[in-house]
């Protein structure tokens, strides 16, 4: 496969370099479909290919719209033929060009949405529908507004939920930019300088680290002021990530639920006692 004609930055030069390869007749095709399929022969797949990569050049001009470069999407679709060939079964009796072409879209559309944002913009079926579609979606809105109806009638037509049309537009109205991109014409002020740091500096930091190791040791030391049955009731009812349930305290402790609140009250109380108001009233 390495003497395929290579995609560089003229598309003009491509052009003249894939037009020199002629079509191949149906009879051509299945049999160089044939002799690859049997015996693995790559100078029969590379025919194959260099025969097709101008309707590859088409299928990409039909995404040109997207804002991506087309020489991106040929390279992409010729990916596509080129796997189109690996997976083709002469013997099913249609023409190779009407298969592949299904693998250099899918080829060409997967890498329009990953080029497209940094956020996966079309993750369900209906996403990507609408992600291709967007475009006669919007000539419909604006030919007669944005009106609810139309919204109705275009989800019907094209079998997906209003708010995904809706959502879909939204999202398609921006792109990702840089932080590091100029704010300003002077070049000058950049996205970055605009964003606001809400962290905590080095001081506060600290100052937050030390009042929490105050706090677990006031914690510590009032909780040995604290029965066997309160500290099982404490550690399982507010200190604990999954708290269970009075049922399930009563249970464990053979108590019923009313006497586990009660003790939970209770020790509630002698722990505000034992802890320095300040830190309670954090905790």
């Known amino acids: 496969m390495s003497n395929l004609p290579v995609v560089k930055n003229s598309l003009q030069s491509y052009l003249i370099q894939i037009n020199q390869f002629p079509l191949l007749t149906q009879e051509e095709e299945f049999q160089l479909a044939v002799t690859y399929r049997k015996y693995n022969d790559l100078k029969s797949a ?21 804002g991506v470069k087309l020489l991106d999407l040929v390279q992409e679709g010729n990916i596509g033929l080129m796997m189109a060939v690996k997976k083709f079964d002469p013997y ?19 890498f329009i949405i990953k080029s497209w944002s940094l956020v996966k913009i079309g993750t369900t079926q209906a996403q990507k529908k609408l992600f291709y579609k967007i475009g006669k979606v919007r000539k419909v809105l604006e030919s007669e507004g944005d009106s609810e ?44 300088d605009l964003l606001q740091e809400n962290s905590l500096n080095q001081e506060e930091a600290l100052v937050r680290e030390e009042e929490k190791e105050i706090r677990e040791r006031e914690v510590v030391n009032a909780m040995k002021r604290l029965n066997e049955k309160e500290v099982y009731v404490i550690k399982n009812r507010i200190m604990a990530d999954s708290p269970l349930t009075l049922q399930e305290i009563g249970n464990h402790l053979k108590l019923s639920r009313e006497r586990v609140r009660q003790i939970e009250s209770e020790a509630l109380k002698k722990l505000k006692k034992e802890i320095s108001p300040n830190i309670y009233a954090e905790a």
Not at 159 to 175: F, G, T
């Open 149 to 192: 109806k139309k919204y109705e009638l275009l989800a019907k037509n094209l079998d997906v939920a209003k708010s995904d049309i809706i959502e879909m537009e939204q999202r398609m109205s921006s792109r990702d930019f840089s932080l590091d991109a100029p704010f300003d014409e002077d070049h000058e002020l950049t996205h970055l």
């Open 46 to 66: 590379q025919k194959l290919i260099t025969s097709n990569l101008r309707f590859v050049v088409k299928v990409a001009f039909e995404y040109k719209s997207y």
């Open 92 to 110: 099913k009796g249609y023409r190779f060009i009407s298969y592949a072409i299904w693998w250099i879209r899918a080829y060409i559309q997967n």
